[in-house]
């Protein structure tokens, strides 16, 4: 607790007027967050939309608007509450949701400048908040009065408990290669090279990288692992009693949490803001400013990339059932986890500085990968275009 | 609260949830996950159709008759027409026959993919059920395109339009292959996908003594093992002269997998029935001159067709006057009804949910 509360008097302290701690708030949701959720849930509508075939936002590019138009509809409308809810918890649950997942802000770094703590136990500050996230579903689930609710809370509870687990430990296996808790430090000892990257230092950090892909969706409550709101099976789970603003904010903390892990990921794996020297001495050149500007581009580039393929993920593959998935993460995820984190142990060993062999071997691989899976999209994209080709031709 | 923390909890799925399609209630005790019982209840729907029939005259009666399932509207509307037709001897049109089998093959393909559409909104495949639902709407606008308002296209005597053009059926062709590929797709899906296997193979087992012991009828039938379709059994109509294979599982084990798959069949057997149909079809008149107010002669018939969900039946009794004294309708979804309650014992909610989507239950129908 000590710890804790030096970080916060360290780094909250000079603002102390009631003012500026406002404007901090203002910044942090509407300056940093909303932007981020609006090109999130963007990008999820556009992958939707060209999956299922129908004219939605993925229809132009103007429909970039279609999430404020979500948006401005939900604020528009009444927000029920029916008489025998608990009120003041019912009301209250999106609102935890929301600053849980906004919180984590604090100590996510968009740059090597650009971010509001300069803290030490940064994943440990970010990993308290991601397992509060569960928090909010059981309470308003058990305010909501009804039976449908609560099963959709316990559900969401037992899910996110899935998923918490298994990102404890995938944070324990980072813990042990970087010997580092802050998230800075964690980058730092990455590189801008896809070699010189966590995911590709060790066979076991690459099955820790897809432990946290699957737990990240395990969290958000996403296909293919999650039913806890399933609308065709429990009338969306504990959301279902929520109309107007307030559905709305448990929508965007969704949203939010999802953006939030993804760029963790990018994080703890992915490097991170690292861009190559010479692209920051060139832009230096302009304006001081300016290597933070490219660094957060690559940022928000590698975070959109996740983003991306997690999406691709959720349309492809249908839910795993809940009690399939209790079985799946307990036996099989779990058990991996901690031969992950054994395995981690005695590389870092064995190989203290690292095995460039495996790594540039490793990175070899996602190439191939990355060039396979291109090949399968463009050759799925020629069969679906086809017959419009011969169409015009006839 | 204190109800709840007793060890098992009642709770209603439906009347108004997804996997009851808008008008069922089943009374669910549930332990956590599992389901204990189940007990459907119907009644949502009904609009007193078989009553309305004694109050109206018999031409009258085919619009009603399409309302009995507004997913496949010519199951019980056909049958009516036959039974009616039966019983005043009137000999039907050629043509008008192949234009009734086209429709009713057009209206089938449509209701199988609708419940394509379903099975992967229940399963929580949201992109299968898009795309499935999206194929079904395109061939509701060609049904619509043919046979005008849904619920006036079949006649006593006849039919009431013939077909569009020539550029109609070439497009329907070409939409017919593009089909081919779509539900082979959904085929190597359901073979291949591991949740698919996981939650659709095993899931609501029904023998074949079962199923005939609680009168399951059509694709539910043959997806137990037994080859039993009107349409090749007691062929009426102008089936008898066309090219017919029944679809049954190839696995013959009656699980929820082998009802999605007889369907999927389903829809390239009524593809080639309507290609064949096309190909044969003669020219003249689509509609018999009947002489208005239809009287049957006193007596009473009983019919019955392969409707999209199985055996449709009608039972009418006529006393010679210009209104039915008794009309009955059988119901393929009625049956399946019966048996969901003996299902419903000690499964968890989801393969409950798996097993009552899979049985193709439509509410209207069941209640008429």
Redesign the interface.
């Known amino acids: 607790m000590e710890v804790l509360s030096s970080f916060f008097l360290n780094n909250i302290s000079p603002m102390v007027s009631i003012g500026a701690q406002l404007t901090f708030i203002f910044i942090l949701i509407f300056v940093i967050f909303f932007p981020l959720i609006t090109l999130t849930y963007w990008i999820e509508q556009v992958i939707y939309s060209r999956f299922s075939g129908i004219r939605g936002a993925g229809h132009s590019l103007y429909n970039i608007i279609f999430p404020m138009k979500i948006i401005t509809k939900l604020l528009q409308k009444e927000s029920q509450t029916d008489p025998y809810i608990d009120r003041p918890l019912f009301c209250l649950a999106p609102y935890v949701g929301f600053s849980t997942v906004v919180l984590t802000l604090i100590v996510l770094p968009f740059s090597s400048h650009y971010v509001l703590s300069h803290s030490d136990l940064g994943v440990l500050y970010l990993i308290t908040f991601i397992f509060l996230m569960g928090i909010h579903a059981l309470m308003a689930g058990w305010s909501s009065n009804s039976k449908w609710a609560l099963i959709g809370a316990v559900r969401s509870l037992t899910q996110s408990l899935c998923g918490i687990t298994l990102y404890g430990l995938v944070i324990m296996i980072i813990t042990l290669q970087t010997h580092s808790l802050s998230i800075q430090d964690i980058i730092q000892m990455q590189g801008p090279h896809p070699w010189q990257w966590l995911l590709f230092l060790s066979p076991f950090t690459l099955a820790a990288f897809l432990l946290s892909l699957s737990s990240l969706m395990m969290i958000i409550d996403q296909p293919p692992y999650g039913t806890a709101t399933s609308s065709s099976e429990i009338h969306s789970g504990y959301k279902g009693h929520y109309t107007g603003i307030r559905y709305f904010v448990l929508t965007i903390s969704n949203k939010g949490a999802f953006f939030i892990l993804s760029a963790m990921t990018t994080h703890l794996f992915l490097g991170g803001w690292q861009a190559p020297a010479s692209w920051l001495y060139w832009a230096a050149v302009f304006s001081p400013q300016f290597p933070n500007i490219i660094e957060m581009g690559v940022f928000l580039f590698k975070t959109l990339c996740v983003v991306w393929i997690i999406l691709i993920l959720q349309n492809t593959l249908p839910p795993l059932r809940l009690d399939h998935l209790i079985k799946l993460t307990w036996k099989y995820l779990i058990p991996l986890g901690l031969t992950a984190l054994a395995g981690t142990a005695i590389w870092t060993y064995i190989f203290p500085d690292g095995n460039l062999f495996t790594q540039y071997l490793l990175s070899l691989l996602l190439v191939t990968f990355g060039i396979y899976f291109f090949y399968r999209l463009l050759y799925h994209t020629y069969l679906s275009i086809k017959p419009r080709i011969k169409g015009k031709k006839a | 609260?204190n109800e709840?923390l007793g060890e098992e909890?009642k709770?209603c799925i439906g009347p108004h949830?997804?996997?009851t399609r808008g008008g069922m209630n089943f009374i669910a005790s549930?332990d956590g996950?599992t389901l204990r019982q189940a007990i459907p209840e119907i009644g949502y729907c009904h609009r007193s159709l078989e009553k309305i029939a004694e109050n109206t005259d018999y031409q009258g009666f085919t619009t009603y008759a399409s309302q009995a399932d507004p997913l496949s509207p010519y199951s019980c509307q056909w049958s009516y027409v036959m039974a009616v037709e039966k019983l005043a001897e009137i000999t039907v049109p050629r043509r008008a026959e192949f234009l009734r089998v086209i429709a009713m093959e057009l209206n089938r393909i449509t209701s199988h993919l609708h419940f394509l559409s379903f099975m992967?909104?229940?399963?929580?495949?949201?992109?299968?059920k898009?795309?499935s639902f999206?194929r079904a709407e395109i061939f509701s606008h060609y049904t619509t395109t043919f046979c005008g308002n849904d619920n006036m296209f079949l006649q006593i005597g006849g039919v009431v339009r013939d077909l569009c053009s020539s550029d109609w059926e070439t497009t329907l062709i070409q939409f017919l292959d593009?089909l081919k590929t779509f539900i082979d797709e959904y085929s190597y899906t359901l073979k291949n996908?591991y949740?698919?296997q996981?939650?659709l193979s095993f899931t609501g087992v029904i023998s074949v003594e079962e199923a005939i012991q609680y009168n399951l009828v059509g694709p539910n039938l043959r997806a137990s093992g037994l080859a039993w379709d009107l349409r090749k059994n007691r062929p009426y109509s102008i089936y008898s002269e066309l090219n017919l294979e029944i679809p049954t599982c190839q696995r013959n084990k009656g699980d929820a997998h082998d009802r999605v798959q007889v369907r999927i069949d389903e829809i390239a057997q009524s593809a080639s029935l309507i290609r064949q149909c096309l190909e044969k079809i003669p020219q003249g008149p689509i509609q018999c001159k009947i002489t208005e107010p239809i009287k049957p002669k006193t007596g009473e018939i009983y019919n019955c067709i392969e409707g999209v969900r199985g055996d449709t039946g009608t039972y009418l009794v006529s006393n010679g006057t210009t209104q039915p004294h008794r009309l009955k309708l059988r119901t393929g979804s009625f049956s399946s009804l019966a048996l969901l309650e003996k299902m419903g014992r000690e499964i968890?909610?989801?393969d409950y949910?798996t097993l009552i989507a899979s049985l193709d239950i439509s509410p209207w129908e069941a209640d008429r």
């Open positions: 609260m709840w909890k709770v949830h997804p996997v549930l996950e992967a909104e229940i399963i929580g495949a949201k992109i299968l898009a795309q999206k593009h996908n949740v698919f996981r939650q968890p909610l989801s949910l």
